[in-house]
């Protein structure tokens, strides 16, 4: 058994790993030779590089257990600059001195076991030179496992702590070892990193890692050499590579690349001397980002004397920028921005006293001050803002960006929290809220990270919400709200829920813009505490006592939380009851938003909505633009990883017929982050009280008295709530609320009187006169760092790798503008002097806007820089110098400008890629290299702008897809300049169009140079040079151009304005010449009988074509009579000439394209039935359909034809007979139609024969020896009854030029539009005409537009082809079809039908390609009467453009109809009431604050068909009724006179008329559009603004259809009879006609409630007869019950309602609708 025992030890120490972790002896000194090399570029090393190499001696010494020394001697820094390996390292000697400098220190660091611990450092020492050590003793970090050889674990090293795989080779015969390390640094536990500038970038920890676009690895490679007395590192190599990909594409990537290597030279007995200074601890192996300043990604700048620097850049700031170098202007803004963050209080407050009083420095100074973000920086702002020395607007600019900016810690926190209470920001408003606002994103930015937020911080916060709430001051309530929802800390949401009645009662009296603001608050809480914010959201929108748009509002944070299918199915569910179709209709079309999303961070969320929406019926789908809707515009590119989502939320308010809400937001995405954008909003409230006529007084007529009395009656109805004009709007940038606004009748008010002195607005027009008439003169200067962002990893070197983007902007703009009328504006001026007066303007106007980003990879330290920098920047540059003088008593306008006298850049692009390599010591020679390497730029040729055409093949979608036409210009070879062949590094091109006679020449030029043709992805394509630029510049003429004359002449001299421009070089002064003189001399200078006579020419030879080719002139519009030829012969010509493939006929037979699907498509079905077949032709198309035809085969589609074989009829062209016509037939008709069009358009009738014009106007060039030349325009209009007709003429002014225009635009009847456009000589070269028409498509009433073109200019094609290749992509993603068909080669038409008021079908033809859709849904209802044929009368065809608005606006007012016993309410429910006999119902009433009219309705008891009408408005008590048969008005109890109309002669009018057999009311200033009545039928329409304040039998107009029945107290009735009786008005029993009222009823029947008995009693009034009557008719109603024990002390005594109780059961009562009275008690 021993002998066993003892076997197994020794096996297990045979076995046993020997120690492989490195050891350095006591007494002896390691000597190891050390290179690290760094390098940027792309994977091609044909293009430039930068990169670094530092080279040095490393000694290591131990001197204790765990404690060694390292010191680094003679390092050497090299820098690579160029092309691998052309260009080699050269030696940066003054920048090595200085890193040896530093280095020439031991250090100390602690190693045990081959982990290394602390490291000490000098005191004084640079952390850069600390952290190159740690690059060093990052060598050394090793983790053995002596069990296994293969193994993975969390390891820490200068990247942090990431997951590391270990690999171990023992070579125990030779007693060495090789251990291989690798880490993946994208999976990481504690990684260092900084990020700077990206707070309100949101990543996504649940991403995929494929979705990052920064990917990194490690490897090591370790020889170790090992005896008895340990193991002995003889060589260590590193290999890092990070893989940059800006654009998420797989190719295109930048690569930096690290490389070290440390090997063992040999090893010396005397350790290394212990260290004359004292060390300090520096914490671990881990990389320390510096506290000191951080290098910005721009040009190394060397800090000696802050202050000094500051003032020399400053100037040549602001030199620079007076000489028009805008570019250095703002590279010197960025150097000061750098040195503000290092200077002092002092310094800042001693450049400032330089420069305070030089208005060109201050803009340059403070924007520079926000953009440091420093805390000095910061503290100056406050003391400035603190003793007056900023004006409004300045500190209106610098305080949003100066928080912005700022760096948020516990000292800025401190300064910031001080703005909140300074006395010069709560004074003025803007200031005020900017501050809170931003303090609240401040605070968000510091407690980002953080678990827990100090209270201090939120405490300010909360105390205004605290103030605010007892004081009853909602602005503020809502400022401390956005406030809170900026901070977006969990630690407010009980402050918040004190605002919600949901949790808080005392809320319930807040104004519900309030509650909205509150749960808006919870949207950035839900970032940190998303279950909580969850949990009472899903409360809020489930609180139906709630207004809808607070509902609407949590639905929206809702789902901003990503919830789980189980929240979003319980979400759905409840929908299926909701009362509200406002807040259903929301939920559901945000939910139907959210399943279509294709972006990936919203997968699970789309997957859970698109699974909710299934368990919604289809009647969510269909709802009308009155209720509530979310769109959603959005894509996503997989292959690029990013995406972008816009969404509008449109809130729509129960009083509104028009969204009251809008909100929009834009979000991007981009790898696994997230991003708002920019985020819009407009909140309305009581609009409609501003279209209405004020000054009404409603309280002090009759009607507001009786319906005050009328409430008492009616049990429990309240008026609703004052709502007073409001207008709010905020704006969010990045997430962040920075601005709101509430503009009510009060804000309007105080702005006119801060303006003015007085609320009227005529002495606002006439200070805006003066302040005119003083004229303009400034320099305005705006310079803004746009923003800073860096991402900062470090590499095994100990260096630090940034990706580092740096933005300034400048907008400036000069003006000098002096302005005089005359005559002066005096004293008592009125607005309608404006009309009589004379103005001179001279304007100098100068803007100018200037755009530079950086952007840099590599390693940016403030020592040295080496990597790749990009610039890129936009210029904009232009003058507008004229003279303008503006006659309006004459009106006549002339403005007066110089011509071009020299180049001007208009505007520019440009943008650069240079390898760059600078060192602080020699900042003065940085190394720059460009991409690729030197070669010759070819010169540029100039290019006529009308010869170009595309540049590129065509896409995805087939050649053969475009017309001929359009296609022809893709196979004509391309006229840019690629240069060099084989690699087509080289892009150059220019294109220029002259404007001779103005003498100025406008070019584009382009110029590329770049890497794509190595990698065609974006990121190669942005390393090169790319410039674009606008260029305007002067023309060479023989005459020299003194200036360019506009001159616009209206109204009856237009004639003689023209003709004295043409005579004004003779001396002859003619007297006043009689019309038919001027008439004959004006179409003398516009030269019409030429025009007249090459129409004439080109008609005559039209029709000779025709004959001798036997066909007939169809004109422009005809439809191709054969399939295979076009039905003009200049489209047949025009085919033929451009080589139609006959192959290209024959297409697949249809594509039904899936990117839209709908719920529905029962109007589609419908509509598809009853078409007729639109051609009887048996043989097939060229797309493979057959017609309709007698064979049985074809029954179906003959029956049925598909949409785009339907013919268009025009209304003059439709019969009675049938809708089934012959396709010949049709196309003959259509036809013969068309050549009265295109006759009428070839030979236009001159307006000017018997109409003088309207306008004239007149652009020339006037030279100093030479007569003038341009372009003269008149216009000519012609309004007849039924034909309105418009005509322009535009020619040149002088010389034998023929190039005329000729527009000429036609309504014809009222049901044809049509119009054309020619130029060229005579008007005969070019013509393009287009046509609108209304008509038929098979049963439906439809719209048809035409578009024609004989012959266009190439830019025109070019275009053309340009939109064509886009659409049918486009109408892929919108869900239509498409089909390959041909057609007129020249002709595009666009049909509409009207398949029902809400949907349309939609046929767009083109050349060669047909576009359809059916039961497309509208957003708008149109009035349209189907199934029967549009009327052909002249007199009846004018209403369908006539009448077109006024049908949309009748649409959107309430209709009430009561006919017999059928009620249609307001909002469209209809019911069977059977009134009870005698009794006044409350028809519909006012039940807003105003009580402005109201209509009460009885049935007569001589029929059950007659009823009675009583209308209360203002003073007047109108009663309509039968009497003997005929119809009666009685005006305040007087009988009214048989001559109607009649009319009031109170504040707002109102009319009786009778209309066919009865009586109409009109009384519009009350909101009643029209009531009518003929004894049988009363119809009521009340004005769009009263929605949502109506109430009674006809409902309130809100579009709640679910809760129609509202009782007065709103109590929802279970059925229209109970309703209906609720709304009887109780008359005196002794007195009234009516015996019946509302009573508590016990129930009857024995009812058993919670297994105990219970009495029941009605929580409503039943109809019952008066004490003294008896029921002679009864009706079931339903009726909810209150319930309690049999016991209870309870009654009816006393009681006049018990809806504050609880509906326990529902049970069937007789209510009493008819009485006999016999023993009814009243007093004598």
């Known amino acids: 058994m021993k002998g066993l025992i003892l076997a197994l030890v020794f096996a297990l120490v045979e076995g046993q790993k020997q120690d492989l972790e490195p050891v350095f002896h006591m007494g002896k000194t390691y000597l190891y030779s050390y290179e ?252 320390h980002f510096s506290g000191e300043l951080l290098q910005m990604p721009i040009p190394l700048l060397r800090i000696k004397n802050p202050d000094l620097q500051l003032t020399e850049t400053l100037r040549q700031l602001v030199q620079n920028n007076e000489k028009g170098a805008t570019k250095e202007a703002v590279s010197k803004f960025l150097q000061m921005v750098q040195l503000f963050r290092v200077a002092t209080l002092d310094q800042i407050e001693s450049l400032w006293l330089q420069f305070v009083n030089e208005l060109p420095y201050r803009p340059w100074f403070l924007s520079a001050i926000c953009a440091a973000g420093a805390t000095d920086t910061f503290r100056f702002l406050k003391q400035k803002i603190h003793d007056k020395k900023l004006n409004i607007w300045e500190a209106a600019v610098t305080l949003p960006l100066a928080f912005h900016f700022v760096t948020p810690n516990k000292q800025t926190l401190e300064i910031a929290s001080s703005f909140l209470t300074c006395p010069q920001i709560q004074k003025v408003l803007m200031h005020r809220i900017i501050v809170y606002l931003a303090y609240g994103s401040m605070v968000n930015k510091y407690c980002a990270k953080a678990l827990l937020c100090p209270n201090e911080l939120l405490q300010p916060l909360h105390d205004l919400a605290t103030e605010a709430t007892s004081k009853g001051d909602a602005k503020d309530m809502s400022l401390a709200l956005k406030a809170m929802g900026n901070a977006g800390e969990p630690a407010s949401i009980k402050r918040i829920l004190k605002f919600l009645p949901t949790f808080s009662s005392a809320a319930a009296s807040l104004p519900n813009r309030i509650h909205a603001d ?127 989502i816009w969404r509008v939320y449109l809130m729509n308010s129960p009083s509104t017929m028009f969204p009251s809400d809008i909100i929009t937001k834009v979000r991007g995405y981009y790898a696994n982050t997230a991003m708002d954008i920019i985020e819009v909003a407009f909140r309305s409230q009581g609009l409609t009280k501003l279209l209405r006529k004020q000054n009404i007084p409603f309280a002090e007529y009759d009607t507001y008295k009786t319906l005050k009395e009328l409430g008492k009656s009616l049990l429990g109805w309240k008026e609703l709530p004052p709502e007073d004009p409001l207008v709010s709007a905020y704006l969010k940038v990045l997430g962040q609320e920075i601005a709101f606004v509430d503009i009510d009748k009060d804000a309007i008010q105080q702005m006119m009187m801060s303006l003015t002195g007085s609320s009227d607005w005529q002495p606002v027009v006439k200070k805006v006169v003066e302040e005119v008439q003083r004229g303009i003169s400034g320099r305005w200067t705006l310079p803004v760092l746009v923003g800073e962002m860096r991402h900062i990893v470090p590499t095994i070197a100990g260096l ?379 043989q097939e198309d060229h797309s493979g359909d057959r017609h309709c035809s007698g064979d049985s085969d074809y029954s179906n589609q003959q029956a049925n034809p598909p949409v785009y074989q339907l013919l268009f009829k025009p209304v003059d062209e439709q019969d009675t007979g049938g809708e089934i016509l012959n396709m010949s037939i049709s196309s003959s008709s259509s036809s013969a139609s068309d050549e009265d069009f295109s006759r009428a358009m070839s030979q236009p009738e001159f307006l000017g024969d018997s109409k003088p014009p309207i306008l004239a106007a007149v652009l020339r060039a006037i030279y100093r020896n030479k007569e003038p030349t341009g372009l003269q325009l008149v216009l000519y209009t012609d309004t007849q009854p039924k034909r309105w007709r418009i005509q322009v003429f535009g020619s040149s002014i002088t010389g034998p030029s023929r190039w005329k225009l000729c527009a000429d635009a036609s309504v014809i009847n009222y049901r044809k539009v049509s119009g054309s456009l020619k130029w060229g000589k005579d008007c005969q070269d070019y013509q393009i005409a287009t046509q609108i028409a209304t008509g038929q498509l098979a049963a439906y009433p439809a719209m048809q537009m035409k578009l024609g073109w004989l012959k266009v200019p190439s830019i025109i094609r070019t275009t053309a082809r340009w939109f064509y290749s886009f659409l049918p992509g486009a109408a892929y993603l919108l869900g239509f079809s498409q089909r390959q068909q041909l057609g007129p080669s020249h002709q595009a038409t666009l049909v509409m039908a009207l398949t029902s008021p809400r949907t349309c079908d939609v046929v767009f033809k083109l050349p060669e390609l047909t576009i359809y859709d059916t039961a497309i849904s509208l957003p708008l209802p149109v009035p349209s009467h189907l199934g029967t044929p549009i009327s052909t009368s002249p007199s009846s065809g004018w209403k369908v453009f006539s009448q077109a608005t006024f049908s949309l606006m009748e649409s959107l ?272």
Not at 127 to 142: P, S
Not at 988 to 995: A, D, G
Not at 1055 to 1063: D, L, M, P, Q, T
């Open 518 to 644: 509150a749960v808006l608050a919870l949207r950035k809480i839900a970032r940190k505490d998303p279950a909580k914010v969850r949990e009472l959201t899903l409360q809020v929108f489930m609180d139906s006592t709630l207004a809808p748009n607070v509902r609407m509002v949590a639905c929206v944070v809702l789902f901003e939380t990503k919830p789980a299918l189980p929240t979003v199915t319980a979400l759905a569910s409840s929908l299926l009851t909701e009362p509200s179709l406002q807040v259903a209709s929301f939920a559901y079309s945000h939910m139907k938003t959210l399943a279509a999303g294709r972006i990936p961070q919203l997968n699970k969320l789309s997957a859970a909505c698109n699974i909710a929406i299934k368990l919604l019926g289809p009647r969510l789908d269909r709802l009308s633009y009155r209720y509530s809707k979310v769109i959603q515009i959005s894509d996503y590119s997989s292959q690029y990883q990013a995406g972008a």
């Open 36 to 287: 690290s090399i760094i390098m940027h570029g792309l994977p091609d090393r044909s293009l430039a590089m930068a990169g670094l190499r530092l080279a040095s001696k490393v000694e290591i010494s131990r001197v204790s257990h765990s404690e060694h020394l390292v010191q680094i001697r003679s390092p050497k820094l090299e820098e690579h600059n160029g092309f691998w390996p052309i260009d080699s390292f050269t030696a940066s000697s003054r920048l090595s001195e200085t890193i040896a400098a530093c280095l020439s220190q031991p250090f100390k660091f602690e190693y045990t076991e081959g982990r290394v611990g602390s490291i000490f450092a000098p005191e004084d020492c640079p952390v850069l030179c600390t952290n190159l050590v740690r690059g060093v003793l990052n060598m050394l970090q090793i983790t053995i496992k002596k069990t296994q050889n293969v193994y993975e674990l969390q390891e820490a090293g200068i990247e942090g702590i990431c997951q590391t795989r270990y690999v171990i080779q023992d070579d125990s015969k030779n007693k060495r070892a090789t251990v291989s390390k690798s880490k993946d640094l994208t999976d990481c536990q504690d990684k260092a990193v900084k990020d700077l500038g990206m707070a309100y970038v949101r990543p996504c920890p649940t991403c995929a890692l494929k979705g990052r676009n920064i990917k990194g690895t490690v490897t090591f490679t370790y020889k170790i050499k090992y005896d008895d007395s340990g193991a002995s590192l003889t060589s260590a190599m590193s290999d890092q590579v990070y893989q940059i990909s800006p654009f998420n594409e797989p190719n295109g990537v930048a690569v930096v690349e690290a490389r070290q290597e440390l090997s063992l030279v040999g090893v010396k007995r005397p350790p290394i001397s212990a260290p004359t200074t004292q060390l300090h601890k520096q914490g671990s192996l881990r990389y």
């Open 1453 to 1724: 007012k309430g209709h009430c109809t009561v006919f017999q016993n059928k009620v249609t309410t307001f909002n469209g429910v209809e019911f069977n009431y059977s009134m009870p006999v005698n009794c006044y119902h409350v028809l519909v009433q006012d039940c807003s604050p105003e009580l402005k009219f109201l209509v009460m309705v009885k049935r007569l008891e001589e029929s059950a068909d007659l009823t009675a009408v009583n209308v209360r408005i203002a003073s007047h008590e109108v009663e309509m009724y039968v009497s003997n048969g005929l119809i009666q008005l009685k005006i305040n109890g007087v009988q009214a006179p048989k001559d109607l109309p009649y009319s009031s002669n109170s504040a707002a009018s109102m009319l009786i008329n009778s209309k066919k057999k009865g009586l109409t009311l009109k009384a519009p200033d009350y909101g009643i559009d029209k009531l009518y009545y003929d004894g049988r039928r009363l119809e009521v329409q009340v004005a769009f603004w009263m929605a949502g304040k109506t109430c009674g039998i006809c409902g309130k107009y809100d579009a709640e259809i679910e809760r129609e029945y509202q009782t007065p107290s709103g109590y929802l009735a279970k059925d229209a009879v109970s309703f209906g009786h609720s709304w009887i008005i109780s008359e005196d029993p002794c007195t009234g006609a009516c015996k019946l009222q509302g009573q508590l009823v016990k129930s009857e029947k024995p009812i058993s409630f919670e297994k105990t008995a219970a009495k029941c009693f009605s929580v409503e009034p039943v109809l019952r007869c008066v004490k003294g009557c008896s029921a002679t008719q009864t009706v079931p109603v339903s009726v909810g019950f209150h319930c309690v024990p049999a016991d209870s002390a309870l009654s009816l005594d006393g009681q006049p309602r018990l809806d504050q109780k609880s509906e326990d059961v529902v049970s069937s009562v007789s209510a009493h609708t008819a009485c006999s009275c016999r023993q009814q008690a009243c007093p004598a």
């Open 800 to 1178: 630090p790798l940034e990706l580092g983007l740096c933005g300034a902007a400048v907008a400036q703009a000069a003006a000098d503008v002096d302005v005089k009328v005359s005559p002066p504006v005096s004293d008592d001026f009125k607005p309608s002097q404006l009309w009589e007066t004379k103005m001179d303007i001279h304007a100098d106007i100068r803007p100018k806007a200037y755009f530079h980003t950086i952007a840099m990879m590599g390693i940016n330290t403030q020592y040295f820089q080496s990597g790749f920098e990009y610039h890129a920047e936009f210029s904009a540059n232009t003058t507008m110098k004229f003279d303008a003088r503006i006659n309006m008593k004459e009106k006549n306008l002339k403005i007066e400008t110089l011509p071009c006298h020299q180049e001007v850049e208009l505007a520019a692009v440009r943008s650069e890629v240079y390898a760059i390599s600078r060192n602080m010591e020699e900042v003065d020679s940085e190394k720059k290299s460009q991409i690729f390497p030197k070669g010759e730029i070819p010169s540029i040729s100039d290019q006529p702008l009308q010869s170009t055409e595309g540049s590129s093949k065509p896409g995805s979608w087939k050649q053969s897809s475009m017309p001929n036409v359009i296609s022809k210009g893709y196979q004509q070879g391309s006229e840019e300049a690629h240069h060099n062949s084989a690699g087509r590094r080289f892009y150059t091109r220019r294109f220029c169009k002259k404007f001779e006679s103005l003498g100025c020449s406008t070019c584009l030029s382009l110029k590329s140079q770049n890497s794509a043709f190595l990698r065609n992805t974006h990121l190669h394509k942005l390393f090169g040079e790319f410039e674009a630029k606008i260029i305007l510049k002067p023309v060479h003429t023989d005459a020299d151009i003194d200036k360019i004359q506009l001159e616009v002449q209206a109204g009856s001299k237009a004639a003689s304005k023209i003709i004295e421009i043409s005579s004004s070089g003779s001396k002859e002064k003619g007297e006043a010449a009689p019309y038919e003189d001027i008439q004959a001399k004006l179409k003398k200078i516009l030269g019409i009988e030429e025009v007249l006579m090459a129409a004439n020419k080109t008609r005559r030879r039209t029709k000779r074509i025709n004959r001798e080719y036997k066909t007939e002139d169809t004109g422009l519009w005809a439809e191709p009579s054969t399939p295979h030829l076009s039905s003009s012969s200049s489209s047949s010509a025009a085919s033929s000439a451009e080589g139609r493939e006959p192959g290209d006929r024959h297409r697949k037979d249809e594509t039904r394209q899936s990117g839209r699907k709908r719920g529905s498509r029962s109007s589609s079905g419908s509509s598809a039935s009853s078409r007729a077949c639109s051609s009887s032709s048996s």
